[in-house]
Nanobody
């Protein structure tokens, strides 16, 4: 069973919006105990942190690239995390992954996260 499943990716024109979802179904503990993060990896580039939302206070962190354009949120009743992306740019083109870190503090380092999804492709055309 895949612990995290992303959806919502697709092809969008520059300036457009997408909302990614991450549904958790295979975590070993309650979804509410996990800090959720979004990462992305563009072709030929390393995986990079995008945003995270804390398990306890809901504190959010954003990479500079997404500040003011991206919003991370979560609904613990639905075991789902979201990434709303507005004003998309071609540089945002990547595979987007969600990840879960039990009792995490919003780490930007991907190695901290215990569970990963399989990713969803986001392509922004110019």
């Amino acid at each position: 069973q895949v612990p995290l499943v992303e959806s919502g990716g697709g092809l969008v024109q520059a300036g457009g919006s997408l909302r990614l979802s991450c549904a958790a179904s295979g975590l070993t503990s309650s979804f509410s105990w996990y800090t959720m993060g979004w990462f992305r990896q563009a072709p030929g580039k390393e995986r990079e942190f995008v945003a995270s939302i804390g398990w306890d206070t809901g504190t959010t962190y954003y990479a500079t690239s997404g500040k003011g354009r991206f919003t991370i949120s979560r609904d613990n009743t639905k075991n789902t995390a979201y990434l709303q992306m507005n004003s998309l740019k071609p540089d945002d083109t990547a595979v987007y992954y969600c990840a879960a870190d039990k009792y995490g503090t919003g780490e930007t380092y991907g190695g901290r996260y215990e569970y990963w999804g399989q990713g969803t492709q986001v392509t922004v055309s110019s």
